[in-house]
């Protein structure tokens, strides 16, 4: 009778920290729960990838992430990895925004990337992939890779593809702008619907230069997206194609122990905040690139965005500010092109990027498509300036982060209109009460007094739609990419943390300079109290999101963060 021979654990792989839970008798029980779900022993030596997915049916940005998830599968298997999958949330802006479920929108980011931490960290793996969509879901993605210090990369799904209305091409921007139409009176119901039920063909995220896709350009030029892979729309029939590719490079990465700071770094964060400004990107790209060098350790602030802004001009002609969608930058040449046309100007700096290529060889391989008009040389830019600028003063000591894109204004004075949230700042846009020349005042919306620091895109995209042009907004919250107009947000100190927003009254005149950089008021603060709205008491994770998170000029972190962002120009800082 033949007897089995003695079972020896495969010895210890060299390198892979997940032989943590894998190998010695003393694993037998995880070893146990392994098989159970489809690993054998030869699985044990190899490296375990995490496949991180923010997949989800609630929305086009996500919905087709697990169909993704396959292919990235494929690549890790085919490298001589094994994929380990694990789901996380997404928060989608577009469906939250104006209403209280906004509120949770930011702070998912801090939840996402904890929760990648946590599978990650809890299991031992040894690299990460990260599949990506909405807002959100893209910079959590980039500060759990940096938090963890792994082999890995981020994947984004894509862009959605324009929608088409009365023969044009249509996103979700101009659905906002027709509720705002649908105020006024110039646009009846069955209008109303009519763009709503255009705007989103089909997967993919909002398909302007609005947060999903700037942030998504952003990795490209970090270096911790492989160049090409996010510029595919979601439809696309190449986005498999880049989806197995990350696979591969997750497995490569991981064998070659190239962790993720050695692709975030200072000069790599720079190249991101010079890329959203080249594009016409969303000002949100500033608090998240803050908050993805905090995780990383990194001195990097919003001064650095600041710097990186004003040396690159916007050379692509994008959505919100601009004619065309992401879709259409990709067909042009896409984020490969942008970065040829940064390189050759000096605009950026060289770095290594996941793909095992250098920045600068992968932007020598751009193919412009003849005659497109979306992307620009630096001689003839769409616009002279970047598309956004940091500004300081009496209003915002510590900083607010201006908007450029989509208008030329230099200047605004103006008497200020103040609200304590976002509905009665919005009702007032939608009632008519709002006057050319106010500057719009919306406060106790930042990180720790919404909390959450919502977006104020309805109240913009209201104004638009009602054809008052000449205003001003300044918020402590956030705006959407999607917004444009002479618009600040991000100031800080914020009005829940005792910043002066929360001393402004009606009429006080609000004097905002982009050249200057500098927003002030005349009124004199000294002697005045702020009187807080009355709220309800934050519970559960927003409780805890406004105990512990850092100002928006520090990223609005939630992790201990001596960031670098008060650094400013000395002359700032004395006269704030």
Same mark, same amino acid.
């Given at each position: 009778m033949n007897e089995d021979p003695p079972y020896t654990p495969p010895s210890r792989p060299k390198n892979l920290r997940s032989a943590a839970v894998t190998q010695g008798a003393n694993r037998a029980a995880a070893r146990s729960y392994l098989r159970a779900a489809g690993l054998d022993d030869a699985d044990f030596s190899r490296p375990l990838i995490g496949v991180v997915n923010t997949w989800s049916s609630v929305t086009p940005c996500n919905m087709h992430l697990g169909d993704l998830a396959e292919h990235v599968r494929r690549g890790v298997r085919d490298s001589g990895g094994v994929p380990i999958d694990f789901n996380t949330i997404v928060v989608t802006d577009g469906i939250s925004m104006g209403t209280p479920g906004m509120k949770a929108s930011l702070i998912s980011r801090e939840t996402i990337a904890d929760s990648i931490e946590l599978a990650v960290q809890g299991h031992q793996l040894d690299g990460v992939v990260c599949i990506v969509g909405c807002d959100k879901t893209i910079p959590a993605a980039a500060m759990a890779l940096a938090r963890m210090d792994l082999p890995g990369c981020v994947l984004y799904g894509g862009t959605i593809m324009p929608g088409l209305h009365a023969g044009k091409e249509i996103s979700i921007q101009e659905v906002f702008e027709a509720i705002g139409a649908h105020g006024a009176g110039s646009l009846d119901d069955a209008g109303l619907r009519q763009v709503e039920s255009a705007a989103c063909p089909g997967a993919g995220a909002c398909g302007g230069q609005f947060t999903a896709n700037t942030m998504a350009m952003a990795l490209t030029a970090m270096g911790? %997206?492989? /160049?090409?892979?996010? !510029? /595919?729309?979601?439809?696309?029939? !190449?986005?498999? /194609?880049?989806?197995?590719?990350? @696979?591969? +490079?997750?497995?490569? +990465?991981?064998?070659?122990? +190239?962790?993720?700071?050695?692709?975030i770094t200072a000069q790599s964060l720079r190249n991101a905040a010079a890329a959203v400004s080249a594009s016409g990107g969303s000002t949100n790209a500033v608090l998240h690139l803050v908050a993805i060098g905090a995780e990383a350790g990194v001195d990097f602030g919003i001064e650095d965005c600041n710097d990186a802004c004003e040396a690159a001009p916007v050379i692509c002609d994008l959505k919100p500010g601009g004619q065309f969608l992401a879709s259409h930058l990709f067909q042009a040449g896409g984020t490969r092109l942008v970065l040829q046309r940064m390189m050759q100007a000096g605009k950026i700096e060289d770095a290594t990027t996941v793909s @095992?290529? %250098? +920045?600068?060889?992968?932007?020598?391989?751009?193919?412009?498509?003849?005659?497109?008009? /979306?992307?620009? !040389?630096?001689?003839?830019?769409?616009?002279?300036? @970047? %598309?956004?600028?940091?500004?300081? @003063?009496?209003v915002a000591p510590d900083g607010a982060v201006i908007k450029l894109v989509g208008h030329d204004t230099a200047r605004f004075e103006g008497p200020a209109r103040v609200f304590d949230t976002e509905e009665t700042a919005f009702d007032a846009v939608q009632r008519g009460a709002i006057r050319e020349g106010d500057v719009i005042v919306i406060r106790y919306e930042g990180p720790r007094g919404g909390p959450g620091m919502r977006e104020m895109l309805q109240v913009t995209a209201a104004l638009k739609g009602r054809g008052v042009q000449n205003v001003a907004l300044i918020t402590d919250g956030r705006f959407s990419g999607a917004s444009y107009g002479f618009v600040a947000g991000h100031v800080s100190p914020e009005a829940a943390a005792g910043g002066p927003i929360a001393l402004l009254r009606d009429d006080d005149i609000i004097a905002i300079d982009v050249?200057?950089?500098?927003?002030e008021t005349s009124a004199d603060l000294s002697n005045r109290v702020a009187s807080p709205p009355k709220r309800e008491a934050p519970t559960g994770v927003f409780a805890k999101y406004a105990a512990l998170v850092s100002s928006a000029s520090q990223g609005a972190v939630t992790i201990p963060n001596p960031s670098p962002a008060q650094r400013r120009p000395e002359h700032m800082r004395e006269a704030s």
């Open positions: 911790i %997206s492989p /160049v090409g892979a996010n !510029d /595919v729309p979601a439809t696309h029939p !190449d986005k498999p /194609v880049e989806a197995e590719r990350c @696979g591969r +490079l997750a497995v490569e +990465l991981t064998k070659r122990r +190239l962790n993720a700071r050695r692709f @095992g290529r %250098s +920045l600068f060889d992968e932007a020598r391989e751009a193919i412009e498509t003849p005659n497109q008009k /979306v992307i620009r !040389d630096f001689d003839a830019p769409v616009m002279t300036r @970047g %598309s956004y600028a940091v500004i300081y @003063g009496n050249a200057a950089r500098r927003i």
